[in-house]
């Protein structure tokens, strides 16, 4: 069992990453050790137990996305003697999920809650507006050209939302300017985002390309900037088995 002590986004990328993958018959979906189950706050994550490797590494693979995959404590290995990735809360995604734009970091975005506590966030929860994705969507006190979606239970979709718009950001990919900017708590139960209110009928300003591992691709994802154009604001059902699987191996020398 793994127990987040403050941030649980590592148990929320790791139980992500082994859902995703159950079931699939790519060689990537048998190098990463199984999450059997995870509590709605993502606080508890139980996986299957992988003991510390007492052999060379040689030969072993790994897939590109793995944060430290350099690190020989992220490998364990099974009771048969099998290696897997035990330890991938950390995702280098941006390879992978968007085109890389090499170029100097743009000064990040002002945080309307600089430390991510929840209370933070709860003092700032206003009138509820709308329901995302089983969140219920609030009003942001003192910032009006924000939102607030309060995941009711399972925190999953402000964690994957969160998991897209970290990766984008971090590969200055050109895919970022078509969502919304966002942030997150640390336990994953409030994400504040730049509001996007519905798209007017018969809207006919600029729309964002759609990526293809969005899974809803309707109009209902898409909401009004200030200047007029159209960014996608929901996004919490990514295709995310397919963007892992298609992602190259590397083998350890």
Partial sequence: MKVSRDSTFANWCEYLVSNSLQGRSEPVAGLVGKVRSISETGKYLIMERLDDVSRSLSGIQYPVWLNDGFKRSAYGMTTSGDVK????????????????CPRFDEAPVPRVVSCGYDH??????????????????HKVKGHPNHAMKVCVGSHRSNRVEFLVHWALSDMNADEYKAFGVLECSRS??????????????????????????LVDTSDACLGVTAEGGAKIRCYSEIRLGDVLARASLKVFP
């Fill in 120 to 137: 933070e966030y709860a003092a700032l929860e206003g009138k509820q507006i709308g329901i995302d994705a089983g969140r219920a969507v």
């Fill in 188 to 213: 994953g139960k409030y994400l504040v985002m730049e509001r996007l209110p519905d798209l007017p009928p018969h809207f006919t300003g600029s729309r964002p390309e759609f990526p293809w591992w």
């Fill in 85 to 100: 990735i035990r330890d991938y809360g950390t995702l280098k995604l941006g390879d992978v999920l968007a085109t890389y």
